[in-house]
């Protein structure tokens, strides 16, 4: 797969492209399984609901071979090494299973932790989100502004100790205020990032996105790679390595059938 001319310039205006059909359906179900399994974990790495569901896991690809391939797939790598012009390397790696009544996810941009908590110099960075479900407006997408990317960092720092979270991943949160949001999506608008199982979005690390709560019977689940350029390493270790990175080394791409050999 090689990146159009046409996907170079949206994802620098806009601020991310979506790929259809880079995984079918076998390929699919075999991150399927491996995230299914790993969202099992009864480790730290897992945030739950309240009921005690999974929501979110992080660092899947230090856990699993079929993830840690999909961090090296040629589509994945080849796609995210071209947009960013340089080699990379995996920051952090996440599964959002995001099922009926599964819990929003406030506004933000990734490169705010990345950059302030983890030591990320600059926002040269791309999320990866692997739609492993069709997700359309019914089951509470990702929602982004597009061209937020070029405001640079519009999140504040409100860091709260007292806020029953996830292993106090509240302190180390940065909100985008309402305000601040009312004047990006007046300038910018709001778009809502939808696809078919399978399809691939490649977002710039500073986009503001977020998602609502999934009121819907349909899960919704994403697995996220979110990897920096081997020249941008985040070397804070403040944070556990299931949240940043401890190996630096330039991914390289595998077969295409790195994934479907599980199958
Ligand atoms: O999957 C979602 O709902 C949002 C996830 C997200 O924005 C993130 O993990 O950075």
Redesign the pocket.
Known sequence: MTVTSSQTKDYAEKGWIVVPNVFDESECAVLEEAALEVVQRPGPEVAREADGSPH?SWGMHLFDDRLAALTRHPDVLNTATELLGSDVFVHQS?I?I?QTNGSI?EW?Q?FGTYHRVDGIPEPKGI?IAVFLDDISAVN?P?LAVPGSQREGLVSTARIDDTVPDHEHVAKYRYDITPETMADLVGRYGLESIEGTAGSVVFMDMTVV???SVNISPLRRL?L?VNVSTVDNRGESYERPEYYAARDFTALQPLAEDCISQFA
């Open positions: 979110v996440r959002n995001k996810v933000h990734d999320m509470a990702l996105h977020g998602s994403i996220y």
